[in-house]
């Protein structure tokens, strides 16, 4: 093999029905060159040369936060109750404390703080009251970032869910559903349905045109896998590799199958949330965590071939009374939200958080786990996990709980608490985000200035 041997970044394993993007090995071209560039200033040169991505999750209903709030500023905080399942990645986020959704506040509107601050997140704009199609917010912060980077890329951005919604109808206080089970929106007045069953995202990552459901039925009834249609091609590829792209490509087909075996394993996954405070009809193989983490190691394969760079997750919708049986809290999570200051029913929020917390520790092992660089792919992140509300009893939208992981490409400085100024608009954040993102911004919906300490 020459030694000036190289692909194209955007090289595909090919065949019937497959189309598999690579991750960055070190024989691709221009990602070699930029990083032999970037070599000698070190590190952080190094990390600026790879494509920085971001994502935003959604937990809904607010904390306990009391459980979620450290009670001390700087890097040598103690970790809070609910934070416990990241305490192995203390060095990777920070925590941010006084920033507020100003606009998912009632604003003459009356009542509906869980459509609207579903609605508010990421547009930083007030919501329409109505429960028809003049249903108006803003275009949300990761469309802006995808507007700016989606030709880079196979796919402009990717939604997700576990939860799907309503097509059409009001689901609370005289508010669209539109809002409720969206985060993403493509303009003020068209928001982006979010997937919510993986095998559909799995099936957009590495399918040529996507399978249909009975198409898929055969494949799962044999235990094929997509990879097999493709091995030709891999083989072809790993006889041209250097061991270190060898291991690496190795391993990423390794998580690719291990993903097609657990969608094979675990059921349905696309389940319909009824209107209002209804409980949901959960069938019995329904396995919520193994939802969320198989979204969680879509997002990470999806980042990790540089099919998109950006993401959105809902792992429940705003207002959602999902119970969770699976750590005991039969209870509805919208029901116990509104505790009145019960003890008992607080300490059940806190298990919910917690729980959440835990599936979010797990997509932060995915994303260090996987090489890239000088470092991981979350060195290469901005991974923002939060809520519109913080005290799910009141209503509130002030102090809202907001963590923020990754180092940017080495843009941010985690391993943090900080306070900004009270009600300053979560907004400041994202327009800082966006910039370190590489897309210049100076103003997104309520935004007031920036967010300057996520990297000092």
């Known amino acids: 093999m020459p030694a000036h041997w190289s692909i194209p970044r955007r090289t595909f394993l090919r065949g019937i029905g497959a189309a ?5 090995l070190d024989v691709m071209e ?3 060159r930029a990083l032999a560039a970037a070599a000698p200033s070190g590190p952080a040169a190094a990390a600026a040369a790879l494509p920085k991505r971001m994502a935003f999750i959604y937990v809904p209903n607010g904390k306990n936060m009391v459980d979620w ?8 905080y103690e970790i809070p109750a609910i934070l416990k399942p990241l305490a192995a990645h203390k060095n990777d986020f920070s925590l941010i404390t006084g920033l507020a959704h100003n606009q998912a506040n009632a604003l003459g509107d009356g009542g509906g703080d869980h459509a609207r601050s579903a609605g508010t997140y990421l547009t930083a704009a007030h919501p329409r009251k109505t429960g028809g199609s003049n249903i108006r917010a803003g275009i949300s912060v990761d469309q802006v970032a995808a507007n700016a980077l989606g030709d880079n890329t196979r796919f402009r951005s990717l939604e997700l869910s ?8 009001t689901c609370e206080s005289g508010y669209s559903c539109a809002y409720q089970f969206n985060l993403a929106w493509k303009s003020e ?6 997937e919510v069953d993986p095998h559909a995202v799995f099936d957009r990552l590495f399918s040529t045109g996507g399978l249909s459901k009975d198409a898929r039925s055969q494949r799962d009834k044999y235990t094929q896998s997509i990879l097999d249609s493709a091995l030709d091609d891999a083989r072809d590829l790993q006889k041209k590799l250097g ?12 998580s690719i199958r291990e993903v097609e075996v657990r969608l094979t394993k675990n059921g349905k996954f696309d389940i319909p949330v009824p209107a209002a405070d209804d409980e949901p009809i959960i069938p019995l193989d329904y396995n919520y965590q193994q939802h969320i983490r198989l979204m969680c190691d879509l997002m990470a394969l999806a980042f990790q071939t540089d099919s998109t760079r950006v993401a959105t997750f809902i792992m429940a919708h705003d207002g959602s009374n999902r119970p969770y049986p699976q750590i005991n809290v039969n209870d509805g999570h919208h029901d116990l939200s509104h505790h009145r200051n019960d003890e008992h029913k607080k300490a059940l929020i806190a298990k919910i958080n917690t729980f959440h917390t835990t599936q979010l520790a797990y997509f932060l092992d995915k994303l260090k786990s996987i090489k890239e660089g000088n470092g991981n792919l979350l060195d290469n992140s901005m991974i923002c996990y939060g809520s519109a509300i913080s005290d799910g009893n009141q209503h509130l939208h002030s102090n809202l709980p907001v963590l923020l992981a990754g180092k940017g490409g080495g843009t941010l400085s985690p391993g943090r608490h900080f306070k900004v100024d009270d009600m300053t608009p979560m907004a400041n954040l994202y327009v800082s985000m966006l910039n370190r993102l590489g897309v210049p911004a100076k103003k997104f919906g309520d935004s007031s200035g920036l967010v300057e300490q996520i990297s000092a």
């Open 20 to 24: 598999i993007a690579l991750p960055f």
């Open 30 to 32: 221009p990602a070699t």
């Open 243 to 254: 061991a270190t792209d060898r291991r690496k490509l190795d391993e990423y087909l390794t």
């Open 69 to 76: 709030t450290p009670t001390t500023f700087g890097a040598d």
């Open 162 to 169: 576990c939860d799907k919604g309503q097509a059409s109808g």
């Open 189 to 194: 007045t068209q928001p982006i349905t979010p």
